[in-house]
């Protein structure tokens, strides 16, 4: 069993920058950060595996970057030139395997999800 914990979101203006972290308590091969705002279904953000492969969703391409520490077992995301449609609740998501990298950004295939740490973008 893996434990997640999402930190680092907050309230910023928009254009404004965030980082989040997700801290696992073992290893992972799978990460990913998704978001879900009020009405809207879960959408997958940025996937990332322990080689390196990575995958974002269109809108948040060239603004957001995604990283791994594997040696802290730690997940992050830079979340740059923020737009108040950015604004969500952003899970982390982890998974032992290695995932195709179509599956990157499919919240169904993840097994362990974290709380969720809140991202408000005002205008």
């Known amino acids: 069993q893996v434990q997640l914990v999402e930190s680092g979101g907050g309230s910023v203006q928009a254009g404004g920058s965030l980082r989040l972290s997700c801290a696992a308590s073992g290893y992972t091969y799978s990460m990913g950060w998704f978001r879900q705002a009020p009405g809207k279904e879960r959408e997958g953000v940025a996937g990332?595996?322990?080689?390196?492969?990575?995958r974002y969703t269109d809108s948040v391409k060239g603004r957001f970057t995604i990283s791994k520490d594997n040696a802290k077992n730690t997940l992050y995301l830079q979340m740059n030139s923020l737009k108040p449609e950015d604004t969500a609740m952003y899970y982390c998501a982890a998974d032992l395997a290695r995932l195709p990298a179509a599956l990157q950004l499919r919240a169904g295939v993840y097994s362990y999800w974290g709380q969720g740490t809140q991202v408000t973008v005002s205008s």
């Open positions: 990332i595996d322990s080689d390196g492969r990575i």
